[in-house]
């Protein structure tokens, strides 16, 4: 889903790009604007300020086109991609996503033992198929595994839409754990 109004933020209103976003719903019609579906979905918000200071001296052009994935279908993932893929605009991805949320208030518990150590092994799996570009692979793992990955199916689109601009491998820039920085190891 997207939305077809803008944010407000504190920098001013980020507006949205009604035209790409028709565009690809013309080419992906399970694609809606629907204000509920970002309602209550905060990953947006946190990117904008961030959005906002790095063109603060074109505040009034800038255009977003935000979309919520819900699917980690495999199929439904690239069908999107490929809508988004053939935008005749110059743009760029950005995908907020928790990789893993590990703990009783989670409600995901697949190991008692080595907490640290298999959310690391989790965690560097998932980034070893952002890396590779393999979006399958990646909804493969996380579905087999029911890894709590909020975003799993963002990542597989944005994944998707650099495979189609012809981008063989990613790089991560930057990557932490929870832990690293509140030491909790029961609710990551």
């Known amino acids: 889903t997207y939305l077809f109004s803008g944010f407000e933020m504190p920098f001013g209103l980020v507006n949205i790009d009604k035209k790409s976003g028709q565009d690809v719903i013309k080419n992906y019609k399970k694609l809606i604007n629907e204000y509920e579906a970002h309602k ?3 990953s947006i918000e946190l990117q904008l300020p961030f959005l906002q ?4 001296d074109k505040l009034n052009e800038l255009k977003i086109l935000p979309i919520v994935v ?5 199929e439904e993932c690239v069908k999107l991609a490929d809508a988004i893929a053939e935008l005749e605009v110059n743009y760029g991805i950005i995908v907020s996503s928790n990789l893993l949320y590990f703990g009783r208030m989670f409600n995901y518990t697949p190991f008692v033992y080595s907490k640290k150590e298999n959310i690391t092994i989790m965690n560097n799996m998932i980034l070893d198929y952002i890396k590779n570009l393999d979006a399958k692979g990646l909804l493969e793992y996380v579905n087999e595994k029911r890894i709590t990955t909020c975003g799993a199916g963002a990542i597989a689109v944005a994944i998707e839409v650099c495979r189609n601009i012809g981008l063989k491998k990613a790089n991560i820039l930057q990557q932490y754990n929870s832990y690293e920085i509140n030491n909790d190891h029961e609710n990551i």
Do not use: L, P, Q, T
């Not at 819900?70 to 495999?74: A, E, G, M, P």
């Open 53 to 56: 200071f790095a063109n603060r």
């Open 40 to 42: 209550d979905e905060y």
């Open 70 to 74: 819900k699917s980690r279908n495999y």
